[in-house]
């Protein structure tokens, strides 16, 4: 294979096409090492997975030649090194540019600049669809702390005009809607809150306090779930559904939506044009869960006794024990136990033992 290897560059050609590459793609390291130690079957599928990270394209965001650009501007910041160690480890980056899109929409640069170390810093986790997840604690009928008049009950979305969210991040505790970490909880809340899951947009975050404190403020955010009561919080450890780096929100919500469309209920709304799919399938993960919570339980149908051990449902219909059938045949409850464990039983054997049943069934009455 002919090739060009240097310690910054290196040039190879596949398929009678030469294949440039600098050292500063994530690839570079593996295809010199495969290079010097002739490993030539390798490269080929180093070639395919250096062309399909050299440009990954999210909205505004693209990946390219080993750097991030927001709008064609190069983009160096503590998110973007992020992205970047996570292509050089080959692993999915798509939420992240999701959520680096949203992220540069946001009119503020001090929220640009501060809010994914926050994120980082407090592990509350991004969701695939480029948003993030933070706490909210409620008071006992789930309206907000402050007021009491924002409901926050899971499927909500509550919202207020930017302009009177407070953008100033020289003040810890002012107006707008408040969204936190694990560790603000330690020290706020009674007996009776709830504490909510709620997501947020990284564009409509309007400012994170200078002061260490654990929470920021926002215009918009939807209540997804409930977490927990305030009582049975562990402020040492985070919920559980939070221990990831990707909360897979938009997965769960088709999911969701798949079984809301497949509810009784549903689908006779839709014939009756009560409803409509498409205004279904807008439907947010907290608003589908709200919906899918009001619909009746379907009980799933029961097996029809056809398809069990004959044995045991005539034995279950007798109303007679293992012991009795036993006694009856002069054998050892086990063997009872054992020729009910399978579906399908030999006709010969079967006879035997609904007769022996039927037989204690005549003893029975007398």
Request: net charge positive; charged share 25%.
């Amino acid at each position: 294979m002919k090739y060009v290897l240097q310690d910054k560059y290196l040039s190879v050609v596949v398929a009678g096409k030469p294949f440039p590459l600098n050292a500063s793609h994530p690839t570079f390291p593996a295809m010199k090492r495969a290079i010097e130690r002739q490993q030539w079957d390798r490269i080929p599928k180093l070639v395919s997975l250096a062309e399909k990270l050299a440009s990954t394209r999210n909205g505004s965001v693209t990946v390219k030649n080993g750097n991030i650009y927001y709008h064609g501007r190069a983009i160096d910041t503590s998110l973007t090194r992020r992205i970047l160690q996570m292509v050089k480890e080959k692993k999915n980056v798509g939420a992240m540019l999701k959520f680096m899109d949203n992220l540069y929409q946001n009119p503020s640069q001090e929220t640009i600049n501060e809010l994914y170390d926050f994120l980082s810093r407090y592990k509350l986790p991004i969701t695939d669809d480029g948003c993030f997840m933070a706490y909210k604690n409620v008071n006992a009928n789930y309206f907000d702390n402050r007021s009491n008049s924002f409901d926050n009950n899971v499927g909500n979305v509550l919202v207020m005009a930017r302009k009177d969210v407070d953008a100033n991040r020289r003040l810890d505790c002012s107006a707008g809607f408040h969204f936190c970490s694990l560790a603000y909880l330690s020290g706020f809340g009674s007996d009776g809150d709830h504490i909510m899951g709620i997501k947020v947009n990284p564009k409509d975050v309007v400012s994170i306090p200078e002061m260490d404190c654990g929470k920021g403020r926002t215009w918009r955010y939807e209540v997804v779930l409930e977490l927990a009561d305030r009582n049975a919080v562990s402020v040492s450890t985070d919920a559980p559904i939070y221990l990831t780096s990707v909360l897979p929100v938009e997965r769960d919500r088709k999911r969701l939506l798949a079984k809301v469309l497949a509810h009784p209920t549903i689908k006779r709304a839709i014939s009756k044009r009560k409803l409509k799919i498409k205004n279904l399938r807008k439907g947010t993960l907290g608003r589908l869960t709200k919906l899918y919570a009001s619909l009746p339980v379907v009980e799933a149908p029961k097996p029809s006794l056809l398809d069990e051990n004959p044995i045991k449902v005539a034995r279950e219909q007798a109303g007679l024990t293992h012991s009795e059938v036993a006694a009856e045949m002069d054998i050892s409850a086990k063997v009872v136990i054992d020729a009910e464990r399978f579906s399908k039983v030999g006709q010969t054997k079967t006879d035997e033992f609904i007769r022996a049943i039927q037989e204690c069934q005549r003893q029975l009455r007398g």
